[in-house]
């Protein structure tokens, strides 16, 4: 008897723990990759990560060239539903791949959280590892990367 209030007393104590750790008015959004781009060598490297919400056409190819191959066709976005967020690496001579691990929205904010996992070939020359998704149009007037907790960058967002 003693054991089942034991076991009772902890459930209801994990169940109300795990309700106060939900944040109200946070919901998941999914963004869609983009793949087949590259950084152009006139952006900038300052040694740290630099992150874009681009708005058209032109601020995107002003950082993001076209990597089209035989087997690979890009997708172009359309800048009138869409926007793009871009996590640009800084130069590295090993591979490194950008994820976008999570985003969420919460009250007119964009949360992007996102990894830079460091592979340990190393390569004979350099690279600048680039991460783009698009975001459907929405509320959205904010956009906040952060890696693991920390705040990388808060961009504003033109519709």
Not at 35 to 46: A, E, L, P, R
Not at 76 to 93: A, Y
Not at 95 to 123: C, M, N, P, Q
């Amino acid at each position: 008897m003693k054991t089942n209030i034991l076991i009772f007393t902890i459930l209801i104590s994990i169940l109300g723990c795990s309700n106060t750790m939900k944040r109200s008015g946070t919901t998941s959004i999914i963004l869609t990759p983009l793949t087949g781009y590259f950084v152009k060598n006139t952006v900038s490297d300052n040694g740290e990560t630099r992150c874009f919400v681009f708005f058209d056409q032109t601020s995107f190819s002003e950082v993001c060239g076209l990597a089209a191959t035989m087997t690979n066709i890009p997708i172009v976005p359309d800048f009138t539903k869409e926007r793009v967020v871009g996590i640009v690496g800084t130069k590295s001579d090993h591979t490194v791949e950008i994820r976008i691990v999570k985003s969420e929205i919460e009250a007119g904010v964009l949360i992007v959280d996102f990894e830079e996992i460091r592979g340990d070939e190393k390569l004979s020359y350099q690279i600048r590892p680039l991460a783009l998704a698009t975001v459907p149009k929405s509320d959205i007037n904010t956009v906040v990367f952060r890696k693991g907790k920390q705040k990388i960058a808060v961009e504003e967002v033109v519709w």
